[in-house]
């Protein structure tokens, strides 16, 4: 079977490719952007990406194309497909029929959290010798490859995100899991989400779908997920908090021992059951693991032997990845996509650098932050940092500006990347700390900035 994937750069659809590959298809792809590490994934399973979206490419037609979500109508090969009648399909629906089927499927789900927690619970699960399948949003250093057919378990990360132009019904509807966590819930997405209660009623599509046989793992405190549960459950729940003192009774609880979360115990009715010291940081990571100790153990592994895989789990490439070293100044290169998330990965980085200077450097390039949505939390955000440079692209219309006056952290606005490479080199010194933070490719900055500290080095 030959099929095409429209999009095929993307995280999640470059992990189809990667599927269809071990399933014996032959596989090609278009795309507009190739950037690392997908396009290296791509190459090194032989496929050539090429470039654009001509109508070429599908001559001559494969049986089927896989269509990306970043796809709309108007798009050349999108009018193609439709006009010369070709069998046509999401990424979600080609999952669920040619992998998910007659498997036990973990979901991962939440506003924050899903690449890394369902890098961690697929850990645990190798680590228990079940050999899983896992589809994932991103490049988690212990397999080093997004995805993985496996076997009779399957572990994915479940977007909210829509399925395609045709189906816009959030891709985690497809999947039909037996094991459900539900991170954390918070308005985001607003390209396709008008509210809260927009994006609470595709969760809720989602809970329809597990069966009264499974379960379904829930981060306490959450008022929103608590809507979520309101609107109608019919699958047993658990529920795993990192709050301190009792969490409310949760079934699963999390302390830290070291304040920058490098280590915690384990909890369960408040009695201590096992400890975790491992690479990680932040209060957030901790969570993470949690949620994924708990879903393990619904398949059967006993959370003492979770704790010790999770000591030797590596984190997903592009959360906070150290990306190079200038003398002792630290170049780390994360995934940002919300203030909160943005909040949590500076306040770990305050808690383990201590009195240290931390150097945010900003790129709002989610659909969400350059709409401005988020324009009256993401000064607080950038908090935890000494100074932060946002880059203003040529995409975000609104003030920006205005976050200068953030009281607390000193923050600069800039629109040429050039010029943010040379302000940068002239304000940091020492041991400083340079986190820089993008959901896309950010024209290379990462390197770029990396040459020109060498370069002023004696």
């Not at 193609?80 to 979600?92: A, E, N």
């Amino acid at each position: 079977m030959h099929i095409h994937i429209l999009g095929i750069c993307g995280t999640f659809m470059a992990g189809i490719a990667r599927l269809a590959r071990e399933l014996g298809m032959t596989v090609t792809g278009s795309d507009a952007h190739a950037y690392p590490p997908m396009s290296e994934q791509l190459a090194a399973l032989g496929i050539d990406v090429m470039s654009g979206y001509e109508p070429a490419h599908l001559d001559p037609a494969p049986d089927c194309v896989v269509i990306g979500n970043a796809m709309i109508r108007g798009n050349s090969a999108v009018e193609y497909v439709l006009d010369k009648g070709l069998r046509f399909t999401s990424g979600p629906a080609w999952l669920a029929e040619h992998v998910l089927r007659d498997r036990w499927v973990l979901a991962v789900s939440g506003t924050h959290g899903k690449t890394t927690a369902t890098s961690m619970l697929t850990w645990i699960l190798e680590c228990a010798g079940y050999e899983p399948g896992f589809l994932i949003g991103g490049v988690p250093e212990n397999f080093s490859q997004s995805a993985r057919l496996g076997k009779n378990y399957f572990v994915v990360e479940a977007d909210e995100y829509d399925s395609a132009f045709f189906d816009k019904r959030s891709k985690f509807v497809h999947y039909l899991p037996k094991t459900l966590i539900i991170n954390n819930l918070e308005f985001d997405h607003a390209d396709i989400f008008d509210d809260m209660a927009a994006i609470r009623r595709q969760f809720h599509h989602l809970v329809r779908t597990v069966p009264a046989s499974g379960r379904i793992l829930r981060s306490h405190p959450d008022a929103e997920i608590d809507r979520l549960m309101a609107m109608g459950c019919w699958t047993p729940v658990q529920t795993f908090t990192t709050a301190d003192g009792d969490g409310g009774g949760a079934d699963w609880q999390a302390s830290m021992t070291r304040a920058d979360g490098g280590a915690f115990d384990l909890a369960r009715a408040g009695n201590v059951i096992a400890s975790v010291a491992w690479p990680l940081i932040g209060r957030h990571n901790v969570g993470n693991a949690l949620a994924a100790i708990a879903a393990a153990q619904h398949t059967g592994v006993d959370p003492t032997a979770a704790c010790a895989a999770l000591e030797s789990f590596r984190n997903v490439r592009r959360r906070m990845e150290v990306c190079g070293r200038v003398g002792s100044m630290t170049v780390y290169d994360d995934f940002a996509h919300h203030p909160t998330a943005i909040r949590a990965t500076l306040d770990a980085m305050r808690s383990h650098v201590g009195d240290k200077r931390i150097i945010a450097v900003l790129d709002p390039a989610s659909n969400t932050m350059r709409s401005g949505v988020h324009k009256n939390t993401l000064g607080d955000a950038l908090t935890p940092a000494d100074a932060a440079w946002i880059y203003r692209s040529a995409a975000i219309d609104w003030d920006i500006g205005a976050l200068q006056k953030t009281p607390g952290v000193v923050v600069r606005v800039i629109e040429d990347l050039d010029a943010l490479v040379s302000a940068i080199c002239e304000q940091v010194c020492g041991d400083d700390h340079i986190v820089i933070m993008s959901n896309s490719g950010f024209s290379g900055f990462h390197q770029r900035l990396l040459d020109a500290l060498r370069a002023r080095e004696p």
